[in-house]
């Protein structure tokens, strides 16, 4: 949406890092380093006694990364999250969350024991009553403070190692808008210098399950927050679109029409306040590539049809990757990385123009969740399609933090890249239009198939009826001929065979 316009919040804690459960903020949850706070389901830490969890010490993986960042230990996100935490909720079964008071993705109930799946529908095919919910959802949590969470406004070291902590209350929606501000920022390494080629959740193979992971925690802090336990996220279909379709007052909201660079004052979102980086870095993002058009079914399809997940370098100068092509860095036509143009993912972001034309504070956008919601859609395709496995995903030599087996920044609890690098179906929720794909498959090919084995079936029988009998006809002649035949080698080898008064009568005669 249009909101570079509006007031840029909070840019004093452009250090400040992720998000923190409340309960790990204290002085003494960071000097001691650990983050196991009590579930209150029994008021042990991570549930130990209900068999929930237990508190454990992290380990890291030591695999290589890539060269892109030639610094050690100058940056919070490094090994995350050791810098602040080496202790947290090591969680058992179905049980999750930094108190191990959740069920996983595609788990409910008391124990949860129970599976379900979730379908994420096309915006446009929701309901009015649906589509109104949703926009009222968006606006309760921009309102509503996280009771959960809060965002630390210094580093490690200026908390003094954490014997002064310094955190700020945020709401549910803003405290996702500051994740993925925090880890798609530059490094800063002291004074005015910065590090740019740095980002823990694109430009790299983390990019698609980072952002499933975001989207599946969001939607899990709205059901919390709304009681609507079926609440999912609804996804824009943004191939072959001429415009923006919904960007109209009825969805997203419309251009002001006094000032087309802001919002019209009818749209549910014309008074939000955003956070976010300085305004001028929207014209250097634009200034560095350039949108020739919005991306086409048969982008999406060049994408899906690229067997390899990474490749090279396997950062944004990758060729012939899909996640590469995907996120927007390679050209949909060729798979060749072209710094110049801006494509697929990183197209719509452009396109957008204000806060999601920047990367750091592009979440601000409501459009940021549905445009994501359908690029989650398209990794989904291709797994679906490749079928690959999960050490497909790189283990080692990746841009730091994208490695299968590193700790996605700044998420606590824990989850690795290659935890989401499997179907979404394992997730618990699924694509309308990807149901409708295979039903057309289903539709196309199988039942045509069906139906013509349905007409023939009476021949079918009859032929295996025949079958039937023949087999039993061979069947019994068979048999008769192996009796007979061994009825004649029992009377060829009869002479041979003796009783012992035989034997003996004959050993008699012998003698004599």
């Known amino acids: 949406m249009l909101l570079a316009a509006l007031c840029c919040l909070l840019w004093s804690f452009r250090t400040s890092t992720g998000h923190f459960p409340r309960a790990c903020a204290s002085s003494k949850s960071l000097m001691e380093k650990e983050c196991c706070p009590p579930w209150s389901g029994d008021g042990s830490p991570c549930g130990q006694l209900s068999g929930r969890g237990a508190c454990q010490d992290i380990i890291l993986s030591n695999a290589p990364f890539g060269p892109q960042f030639p610094f050690t230990g100058v940056d919070d996100r490094e090994s995350w999250p050791s810098v602040f935490y080496n202790r947290t909720c090591q969680c058992f079964g179905n049980f999750m969350g930094f108190n191990c008071g959740n069920c996983k993705f595609g788990f409910w109930g008391q124990n949860c024991t129970e599976k379900r799946l979730l379908v994420r529908k096309n915006i446009f095919d929701l309901s009015v009553p649906e589509k109104n919910k949703f926009l009222a959802y968006l606006t309760l949590a921009k309102h509503t403070t996280s009771p959960d969470y809060v965002i630390p406004t210094g580093t490690y070291g200026q908390m003094n190692n954490g014997s002064t902590?310094?955190?700020?209350?945020?709401?549910?929606?803003?405290?996702?808008?500051?994740?993925?501000?925090?880890?798609?920022?530059?490094?800063?390494?002291?004074g005015s210098e910065i590090w740019k080629d740095i980002d823990f959740a694109h430009e790299a193979p983390g990019f698609l399950p980072w952002h499933r992971l975001f989207l599946l925690l969001w939607e899990q802090e709205i059901q919390k927050l709304t009681g609507d336990e079926n609440f999912t996220i609804p996804y824009w279909d943004w191939r072959d679109a001429k415009s923006c379709d919904i960007c109209t007052d009825e969805y997203m909201g419309g251009r002001n029409p006094a000032n087309p660079n802001l919002l019209s004052p009818a749209s549910f979102f014309s008074s939000w306040q955003i956070v976010c980086t300085r305004l001028e870095e929207y014209n250097s993002r634009q200034a560095l590539s350039r949108t020739p058009r919005l991306p086409s079914s048969a982008d999406v399809e060049f994408c899906l049809s690229l067997t390899q997940y990474e490749s090279d370098s396997m950062d944004k100068a990758a060729n012939f990757s899909f996640r590469n092509t995907l996120e927007g860095f390679a050209s949909p036509l060729t798979g060749i990385a072209d710094a110049s143009q801006s494509s697929m993912h990183n197209a719509l972001h452009i396109y957008m123009n204000g806060t999601m034309s920047q990367v750091p504070g592009s979440a601000n956008d409501p459009i940021f969740l549905l445009h994501h919601a359908f690029v989650d859609s398209i990794f989904e395709q291709w797994l679906r399609r490749h079928h690959p496995l999960q050490e497909v995903y790189p283990e080692a030599n990746a841009p730091i933090g994208h490695n299968r087996e590193s700790y996605m920044v700044p998420f606590i609890p824990l989850y690795r890249n290659g935890d989401f690098f499997i179907s979404s179906r394992d997730l618990g929720y699924d694509y309308s239009n990807l149901q409708e794909s295979e039903r057309d498959i289903f539709q196309d090919y199988i039942k045509p198939y069906l139906e013509q084995a349905s007409r023939i079936w009476p021949w079918l029988i009859g032929a295996a009826v025949v079958g039937c009998v023949v087999t039993a006809v061979l069947g019994g002649l068979t048999s008769l001929l192996c009796r007979r035949n061994r009825k004649q080698l029992h009377e060829e080898k009869q002479p041979l065979l003796m009783e012992k008064e035989d034997y003996h009568s004959l050993l008699y005669q012998t003698h004599l």
């Open 165 to 190: 902590p310094m955190f700020n209350d945020i709401n549910i929606y803003d405290l996702f808008v500051w994740m993925h501000y925090y880890v798609s920022r530059d490094t800063l390494l002291g």
